[in-house]
């Protein structure tokens, strides 16, 4: 089993991030799929990370990215938002694509529930950050921790960071076995060393993982 290659905000190395030419060149590169975040502006979802972002500037909105790469592969859809305002807009647009290879992802927990409520089929993605892991914590209460959260507020996407995943194995074990799958991230860095840590993903089953760096797919085809 492979990891499916998810593009990070586009192909960020060559155009601005989260925009549509980002995305564009993203899949033309050999990209399954691609992660954007969304936030809730003056009655539209717009792609835009900062959430202190220029409120000046004319960002893409979630119903373009759709209608131009719905059909393209995977869309990992970041909710940035702290409110529910974005719920019924959401609802309205993902449900155009009935068939789409879609995930909803966020950080913001307190969401989950209510996204799993008005999303009942879809893949849903719970982003654990760095904080949520302290020195304390043994292996085992890390692995205890975060199936447990997942079980907690009914997703079935984990999005661990390689250092927590890397150490404990049994970890992706005991989330596959309760049907779940697994996502991690590969920052941009010296790119033999990202190649390497996308063999030890296919070694050890992870489902799918996000790369910053364009260029990796091209060094990742002889493996795919």
Known sequence: MKPLVIAHRGDTINFPENTIAAFKSAFE??????????QYFRSKLIVVHNYLFDKNISYPELSEVLEAFVSKGRLEIEIKSLDLEFMPKLKQLISKYPTADIEITTSVWPLVSYLRKNFPAINLGIIFLDKEFEDWMTEDFICTKILSMMKLMNANVAHIPWKILVVNPTMIERLH???MKIHSHIFKQDINKEKEIYKQMVELE????????IELIGLLRNLK
Do not use: P, S, Y
């Open 177 to 179: 076995d309760l049907k």
């Open 206 to 213: 992870v489902d799918q993982c996000t790369i910053d760096d």
């Open 29 to 38: 590169r050999g990209a399954d799929g691609v992660e954007l975040d969304i």
